[in-house]
């Protein structure tokens, strides 16, 4: 076909950028999580990172605050998803919860540390039913309750689209066969809604295990995330190899996840 | 019945709440006096004209906006030739592979990309900065473009362009009169899409950005670990006006796509 040349041209800046953008830096993490601090040739990174219980536990630590913070926009966001494709407008008020989203997220957790902090509206709130002021900021409450905040929009996206996609009438069919509003739910919504919530799932955790962010500004470095760690890696103590190692553990987490989360179709955002 | 419709309202609006409050709370209190965030001291627009006066700030969102703009204009080019490519690549095996690597930056966390890429860009010997935040911020952007564009690819089909070529048109005629007119939509929102990434970035800005240059993500962020300034508040005012007239405008842009959407296929029924 004629359009050969046509398609050979077009392909010249993207496929130049996959290679110098996607390809290169994966390649070039990789290749640094074998160098020691002097660029010689090293495993040490790794046995460093599997040995000293110090970054297993980090690892482990980060993973379930990962989860953590998953189930609980998880826990939030289904109702709300579920609540929103039955009203009225519904696009409407879908943008309206997309609309928070746009906010820079720095924004988000600094208006947090006005919430939280000692003086704060919510130690106010404490001292007024009487329980006296706490310590919320610099908790590893406060973090997971930043995080989720900042990720519930993306959970209910997802799944909103995927509670879309549900046609009524199986729904109805189900209620005509005698079915109750539990068994409907267990055996028709939740099944083919699933996509939608493997995809939120997605969207949320792998961002959560990367939120160095919070973790500095809500979390006051009691939580370290793999994020927090690679940050401190790269621009504190300017040890990139052991940095790219974490990031190598990062992107197999990564990989894992998303291979328990596959063949999820329906994606958030604006799409629909 | 009705008792539970009041009930899941109730729980939308528990939702609503959650979601606006932090929002809201910051602006309210960028018109307060004093300088902390816990009790609102009287109105005054003194943090706003302090804004105004801060002209290292007015710099850094000048630059913010001229990456965000710039960015995502070579995102969109680059990205919509890379997905005219795709959409021409015969075989699935081949196109499915170029997707899958496509979406690694999409689904990669912010701290990878922004650790790769610094290390990618002082292999290079770039010096950290302008420059490097651009390329930066056009590389994640591009994978979006091209998700947004090749739907409406795949909706054109080959039927039109190959009855063009049986017509004799050329492959430009073809592009530009066929193809460009049918996906200026998908290019449009894949345009704002980049825009939304680029402005919302911090965490790979955060990476390759050296001492010189900042943008706003960054200077929050860097502001927000000194404590608390009600400037900050009132620039978070100003952003959220911002956000609301690209939310709106997104929105009358997809209304819009719709409309024709809507006009075109009752066309198509008239013509039948």
């Known amino acids: ?272 | 019945m009705t008792k539970r419709f009041k009930f899941s309202n109730l729980y939308l609006l528990v939702v609503f709440i959650i979601l606006y409050a932090p929002i809201l709370f910051l602006i309210a209190f960028s018109f307060s006096e004093g300088d902390s965030m816990s009790h609102f001291q009287g109105f005054t627009l003194s943090h706003y004209s302090a804004l105004l006066r801060d002209s290292r700030l007015i710099i850094i969102v000048l630059q913010t906006l001229l990456i965000a703009l710039l960015s995502s204009l070579f995102a969109t080019i680059i990205g919509t030739l890379g997905a005219l490519g795709i959409n021409q690549t015969s075989r699935t095996i081949t196109r499915n592979t170029i997707l899958s690597f496509n979406n690694i930056l999409i689904v990669s966390p912010d701290v990878i990309i922004g650790a790769s890429f610094l290390i990618f860009f002082t292999a290079l010997q770039l010096p950290l900065g302008f420059s490097t935040v651009l390329l930066s911020h056009i590389a994640f952007s591009i994978p979006i473009v091209v998700l947004m564009v090749l739907p409406k690819l795949r909706e054109l089909g080959t039927s039109m362009v190959s009855a063009a070529a049986d017509l004799g048109a050329t492959n430009w005629q073809i592009l530009s009169k066929i193809v460009f007119p049918f996906i200026t939509p998908g290019i449009l929102s894949g345009f704002f899409m980049a825009l939304t990434y680029s402005l919302d970035d911090f965490a790979v800005t955060f990476f390759v950005t050296g001492n010189g240059f900042s943008t706003l993500s960054v200077e929050i962020y860097s502001r927000a670990r000194q404590g608390i300034s009600l400037e900050i508040n009132a620039l978070s005012g100003v952003l959220f006006v911002f956000s609301l007239l690209l939310v709106v405008g997104y929105y009358f842009l997809n209304q819009y796509q719709q409309s024709r959407k809507l006009k075109r296929t009752t066309r198509e029924e008239d013509i039948l």
């Open chain 1, 1 to 272: 076909m004629k359009s050969k040349t046509a398609n050979l041209f077009y392909f010249i800046p993207y496929s130049l950028w996959l290679f110098l953008f996607v390809v290169a830096p994966v390649a070039l993490i990789l290749y640094n999580s074998f160098l020691d601090i002097n660029h010689h040739f090293t495993l040490a990174n790794y046995t460093t990172f599997f040995k000293s219980g110090t970054y297993l536990m980090m690892t482990l630590n980060s993973l379930w605050y990962a989860l953590l913070i998953t189930l609980v926009t998880l826990l939030i966001s289904y109702p709300t998803a579920y609540l929103l494709s039955h009203l009225k407008h519904k696009q409407l008020w879908l943008l309206l919860i997309i609309l928070p989203t746009w906010i820079n997220l720095l924004l988000k957790a600094y208006a947090f540390i006005g919430i939280f902090n000692q003086t704060g509206v919510a130690n106010q709130f404490l001292s007024f039913i009487g329980v006296g002021p706490q310590q919320l900021l610099f908790t590893n409450f406060s973090f997971i309750f930043v995080a989720t905040y900042i990720q519930i929009p993306f959970m209910i996206m997802p799944i909103f689209n995927a509670m879309e996609d549900l046609n009524q009438s199986y729904i109805n069919a189900s209620h005509d066969l005698g079915a109750t509003n539990w068994q409907t739910f267990r055996r028709v919504i939740w099944p083919m809604t699933l996509p939608g919530v493997k995809a939120g799932v997605q969207t949320v955790f792998i961002p959560s295990l990367s939120l160095f962010m919070l973790t500095r500004l809500i979390g006051g470095n009691k939580v370290i995330t793999l994020g927090t760690a690679i940050e401190e890696h790269f621009l504190i103590t300017m040890n990139w190899g052991m940095g790219s190692t974490i990031g190598v553990v990062l992107i197999v987490a990564m990989v894992i996840i998303m291979v328990l989360t596959g063949d999820a179709k329906s994606r958030g955002g604006f799409q629909k």
